[in-house]
Structures are given as C-alpha cells and as structure tokens.
C-alpha cells in the first residue's frame, strides 16, 4: 500500500493536464485555486448545520442510531443517483472503498459519541487537530509548525489548560474522530483519483453504511423505522454526508491535500455558530478566543500553500 503522506503529495498534481485543474497554473491560477476552496466552505457549512440537526435527532434514536440513519440513507441516496460501477477495478481499487468507507464509518461514530457529550464547537475544535497534524506532516514545512502551534494553543485554552472543563470522555471521542478524520483525507483523494465522479464515494458509503448497522440496531432498534425520525435522517444525510462528501471528493481533486487539511480548521467556528444557532449552546469569551486561534491557523497556514512557488519556476 501507498504511504500517506505520498499519496497526500501527490494530490498537488491535478488529476489532469487540461480542464479546470489546469487553470491552476495559468495566469489566473490564484483565483481558479479559490473555487475549490468555496467548495469546502460551503461543505463545511452544510455538515456542520446538519451535524447540529443530528444532535436534535439523538433523543429519539440515540447517537449510533443517528450514525446509521445517517450513512444508510445517504448511501442509498448516491448508489440512486451514481449507479457506479462494480466491475474492472482492482484489489488495489476495492482496498481504498474499504479503507475509505472505514474511516467514514468510525469518523461518525466516534463524532456523534462526542457531540453526545460535549459543546458541538468544541467537539469540532478537538476533531480538527487530525486535519491539522496530517498538514504538518504532509506539507512538511517549518512555517506550518507555527500555525500547528497557534490552534493547539487555541485547543489548550479551549481545555481550560486540562479537559477536566470538558467531559473527558466527550473529548476522547472528539480526538479520536481527528484521526479518523485524517485518515479520509488520505483515502478521499486517493477514491478520487482511482474512481470517477462520485462512484467511489457511493461505493464507500455503503460499506460505511454496513458497518454502522449493528451499532444502530442494537441502540435504536424499532426506533429507526419511525416515519418522521426516517425524515429527519434524511435531512441529515443530505446535509451531513452526501452534498459536504461530494463537494469534498471534488475539491480535493483540484486542491493540495495539505491546504484542504487545514481548511477544516475552520469549521469550529461553523458548528459554534450552528451550535449557537440551532441546539442554543451558547459561548464564552474563552471559547470564542480558543476556535479564534484555531481559525488564524487555519488562514495562516492557507496563505502559505497559496504562495507556495510552482515546480520548476
């Protein structure tokens, strides 16, 4: 198997030498760059406030029981709409659908543990350290180890210097769906470039899907099949898995792993806000101060693949 942080540098290189990739390295190239850029955005805005729409559903199906509902229905959703492909792809191929399919499934299990159980942006501020380390690593930099620096001192005051502020458990759930949210970063690009369109994503999800069913049975049971809570799931995996996971696969086909890792450093700040907004959890200075630093990471560390010099100028 590939390592990953070759297969994050090699996510650099578009996936071809004309189309839209390529504008990149025209004149224009800086504002072409920003269009994947607004497709994270706007990914990230839509999992966000659909990750606070599944906390609303928690009561009646449980954390795992949101996971399932969650994965299934948006599985179903991009096998309906994709119809991919199962034939002539390689072992190689079907190890990155497990592989990917894997962390989606453990990334959302582990997440919805800790949204249980903590503040929603602070939940996505311990998450975002996964992204952040693999940008450190991969884009192997010594300016980034400053910005890695500024939103861990975001994250320790986030902490109140120990996660005794926080429930421990919560944030353990929390840091852990960082590293399996570093882990789909890998394997997203890499589902990219071996599958085409989303058909690589679907492939995945379904095997998320199956994954997470037990978990969901076994909390929820009689519960899923409730006709409104079905809804409510569908509304968020729309929202949560197949509109952000599509935008994502998208971006990451025209945009540096390393730069795409760091701009989920803004997202604290997007499920504070739905946090705020939706579930009425309210912040303090420290907090605000805490998913600030992050989020001056995040620019910082942006700015710095931006004015990265091309290959051979």
Partial sequence: MDSPVKDIAAVSVPEAAAGPAA???????????????????????????????????MPRAGALGVVTL?????????????????????RADWGTIVAFGAAMAGMNILFYQAADRIPLGAAVTLEVLGPLILSVIASRRLVNLLWAGLALGGVVLLSGGGFDRLDPVGAAFALAAGAMWATYIVFSARTGRRFPQADGLALAMAFGAVLSLPFGIVEAGEKLLVPSTIGLGLA?????????????????RR???PTFAILMSLEPAIAATAGFLVLH????????????????????????????PRAGT
Avoid: W
Wanted: net charge positive; with cysteine.
């Fill in 23 to 57: 504008a990149a390295d025209a004149p224009g190239g800086r504002a072409t760059r920003l269009g994947p850029v607004a497709l994270v955005v706007a990914g990230g805005l839509s999992v966000q406030f659909g990750s606070a729409l599944a906390v609303l559903l």
């Fill in 70 to 90: 969650r994965l299934v229905l948006a599985a179903a959703v991009l096998l309906i709409v994709c119809r991919p492909k199962v034939r002539g792809y390689g």
């Fill in 236 to 252: 968020v995996a729309l929202m949560s898995s197949v509109l952000p996971y599509t935008l994502e696969l998208l971006a990451l």
């Fill in 255 to 257: 945009l540096p792993a």
């Fill in 281 to 308: 959890q309210a912040m303090s200075v420290t907090d605000a101060l805490a998913i600030s630093l992050v989020i001056a990471a995040s620019m910082g560390a942006v700015r710095t693949q931006m004015r990265r």
